[in-house]
């Protein structure tokens, strides 16, 4: 059975820091790893999608890597805002299409 | 393009009692999903439709919940009789054709059982 782990449960940075969020996973055998941005009171919103082929995907100020041998994920969020406090969640689709879900990092950046 | 929509965004209901909660897909998306995330964890998958078909109900409690997706379009999904543990955010997904890549999520429904 597949489980996504995300450590720490929560994370507070001075706005400005460059700071990198982990996600490992048990199973190896994953169709692509996403990494998923969830504001208090809203649904999910899909950041960077990255394929089981890859080894990133960048989109502005975000990177995130996958190193499916070792089942670990990185998200790196480059020059931290105010606007980056949100909860992020790490999740893989396995071979039977089912995502699944780690519990999140709370991001906290301090004006 | 609409996102996906649901409601109510949020219900309060006592334990025992009936609540109902509807989603309305992206149009001409194949694949709809409800998830239940409880304060604190992950989305958790409940069901999982293909067109007007289920493919995955596996950790549906089917003693209390159940779902339909009528012609294959929206869906409905209720609970009764609710369980305090049922209290969770609802979310409902959707996705072209289900077969791994990004699914979308609407706000979700906010169920607190007293």
């Known amino acids: 059975k597949q489980e996504v782990t995300q450590i720490p449960a929560a994370l507070s940075v001075p706005e400005g820091e460059n700071l990198v969020l982990n996600c490992s996973f048990t199973?190896?055998?994953?169709?692509?790893l996403q990494w998923f941005r969830q504001d208090p009171g809203k649904g999910l919103t899909s950041l960077l999608l990255i394929q089981s082929s890859q080894r990133e995907q960048t989109s502005g100020r975000l990177n995130a890597s996958l190193d499916k041998s070792s089942g670990r994920s990185t998200l790196y969020i480059a020059a931290s805002q105010p606007g980056d406090s949100a909860t992020y969640l790490c999740a893989v689709t396995g071979a039977n299409s089912k995502l699944t879900f780690g519990k999140g990092i709370t991001l906290s950046v301090r004006p | 393009e609409a996102g996906v929509a649901q409601s109510p965004r949020y219900k309060i209901i006592e334990k025992r009692q009936s609540v109902a909660f509807w989603c309305n897909p992206i149009s001409g998306h194949a694949t709809l999903y409800w998830y239940q995330q409880i304060l604190g964890q992950g989305p958790k998958l409940l069901i999982q439709f293909q067109n007007n078909g289920v493919v995955d109900d596996s950790q549906l409690p089917k003693d209390r919940f159940s779902a339909e997706r009528l012609k294959g379009v929206d869906s409905t999904l209720k609970i009764q009789p609710a369980k305090l543990e049922d209290s969770a955010v609802y979310l409902c997904a959707s996705s072209i054709t289900g077969d791994g890549e990004t699914q979308y999520f609407g706000p979700g429904t906010r169920l607190l059982v007293l």
């Open positions: 199973d190896s055998a994953i169709y692509n």
